[in-house]
């Protein structure tokens, strides 16, 4: 057990809300509450705060400052938790906790910017909120308690009630292409992404013919390169490394030989002692991130559960012809914008996971043999609220077994996916299904656990795996028949591209 009898009561108290402030509540205030998921915490903080706007703009402004106000107090708590821990495994699960405090602190403090557009607010607030369930989660992966303190601070309320109100007679979607790519795709990247052989800041060999032999000592040099893109190219070779690529470090390209020949690749996993967070070989916060032709891998092997080859929760990040290998949980697509175009992506269970807004491109899906009496599923995908604009959209690609399930295909049950949380949203847009898609296609998380509210869809795809004929039945899915809906969930509306994909080079299609 933690123990929390060192921490003054000045502490504890930044966290509750007052109950027994005056009331100050005009009539605008209760009705803008009223629509928010926890109208009674939202009332609560206004009268305790004596906050009484009068504008429903600033309202909102007001909502976001506390929630970052409560989340900086929260990140002090956390620390001192942290220095208090008395097990090795609350510690690491603490260390992530005040990781994803600094980013969600971060993504609030964005969202005040008079540059952000409203699909960037809520993007940020969904990843916000996506921060703090993964804390929780690393507590879960470890098997130890979650810290009451943090469990009471309001801060998850705070910021699903910005979000809600933020989403209140918004448009959730980005629209524009520009050279077809989508526009956030600034014109550099994209000339770096279609170059034969683009120009590079540092060169990584093990041979020693470049400036490093290693990643993480060039991505040290990259923190001093200023603010322009940086890139790295990773001459071909296996390198045993974890890397971290965190907020400071904007606009990294990482540019290998080919996925073929330049391998990152790493071992940790939750059965070796991590969180599922912690335990990728390649980590991405820091935003506009690139990656071409390199492979992330984590060879924990499938006895070792889950085992992340690559986390990105780079905002408006693109991968082009990379690969990704693991068996549980190899891509963690963990939040705000991203793309992957030409990939190939290899595992067994939730391999495709996390609450991003991605859309995979043209790429290939390649089922792995799992444990023994093991199903696979291809994607576990953790939307948890109605309001965030999070999903999976695979389009134009290809699900397949990998060379060693082929042998026993037949005897292994594989689905498209199940709903990590609630709202889980996924849809599968012009894909070919080979046959060893189940025909329900779909499998549950436990139970009837969001099967009325997640949102699951096909659309157009073909192949032996492809009938929807004796699909699930559920509440939640859908067989997309018109263009309009299914378009929502392309590169140009779902992750706002062509705002910034055409700068990166990466081709991509805008639309179905």
Not at 126 to 131: R, Y
Not at 223 to 235: A, D, E, L, M, P
Not at 273 to 282: I, K, P, Q, Y
């Amino acid at each position: 057990m933690i123990q929390f009898i060192h921490f003054p009561i000045i502490i504890v108290s930044l966290f509750v809300v007052s109950l027994v402030s005056p009331s100050l509540s005009t009539n605008a205030v209760d009705t803008w509450c009223s629509r928010t998921p926890y109208p009674d915490v939202c009332n609560h903080i206004f009268n305790a705060k004596h906050f009484n706007p009068t504008k429903l703009s600033e309202f909102k402004t007001m909502a976001r400052k506390i929630a970052l106000d409560t989340a900086l107090a929260t990140e002090t708590l956390t620390k001192q938790l942290g220095l208090n821990s008395p097990t090795e495994k609350e510690s690491a699960a603490l260390a992530d906790c005040l990781h994803l405090y600094k980013i969600t602190i971060l993504q609030l403090n964005k969202t005040f910017s008079h540059k952000c557009s409203d699909f960037d607010i809520q993007t940020w607030l969904s990843s916000a909120l996506t921060n703090l369930d993964t804390c929780r989660a690393g507590f879960a992966d470890l098997h130890v308690a979650f810290p009451l303190l943090l469990n009471n601070n309001n801060v998850t309320k705070l910021i699903s009630n910005s979000l809600a109100m933020n989403n209140y007679s918004k448009s959730n979607s980005e629209t524009g292409y520009r050279r077809g790519f989508p526009t956030w795709v600034r014109a550099r990247d994209r000339r770096l992404l279609q170059a034969e052989s683009p120009k590079a800041n540092v060169v990584v060999a093990q041979d020693g013919s470049g400036n490093y032999r290693t990643i993480a000592a060039a991505l040290a040099a990259g923190r001093r390169s200023g603010s322009g893109r940086f890139v790295i190219y990773v001459k071909k070779g296996v390198y045993e490394e974890n890397v971290v690529i965190g907020n400071e470090m904007k606009n990294i390209m990482l540019l290998g030989d080919g996925l073929r020949y330049t391998i990152v690749t790493g071992s940790r996993s939750v059965g070796g002692g991590s969180t599922t967070f912690n335990s990728a070989t390649v980590f991405v916060s820091g935003e506009r991130f690139i990656g071409r032709g390199i492979t992330f891998r984590n060879t924990a092997g499938p006895e070792n559960y889950q085992a992340v080859a690559l986390m990105s929760g780079s905002d408006r990040s693109v991968f082009f012809r990379c690969g990704f290998e693991g068996y549980q949980d190899t891509l963690y697509a963990h939040s705000q914008r991203q793309f992957y175009r030409e990939c190939y992506i290899y595992g067994t269970i939730d391999f495709i996971f996390g609450n991003a807004i991605v859309v995979l491109q043209n790429c290939i899906i390649l089922v792995r043999k799992p444990i023994h009496g093991q199903e696979c599923t291809v994607t576990a995908q953790g939307r948890m609220e109605p309001n965030q604009n999070t999903g999976i959209s695979i389009h134009n690609s290809r699900v397949m077994a990998a060379a060693d399930l082929e042998p026993v295909r037949s005897s292994v049950r594989t689905y498209l996916g199940r709903p990590w949380n609630q709202y889980s949203r996924t849809v599968y847009l012009q894909n070919y299904l080979d046959d060893l898609v189940n025909p329900a296609g779909w499998s549950e998380w436990s139970g009837d656990f969001g099967l009325n509210t997640l949102y699951y869809g096909e659309y157009k795809n073909f192949g032996p795996g492809s009938s929807t004929n004796n699909r699930v039945k559920w509440k939640g899915y859908r067989v997309i028949t018109s263009a309009t809906e299914a378009s929502t969930f392309t590169v140009g509306n779902f992750i706002g591209g062509n705002s910034w994909l055409p700068e990166t080079g990466v081709p991509f299609t805008a639309g179905l």
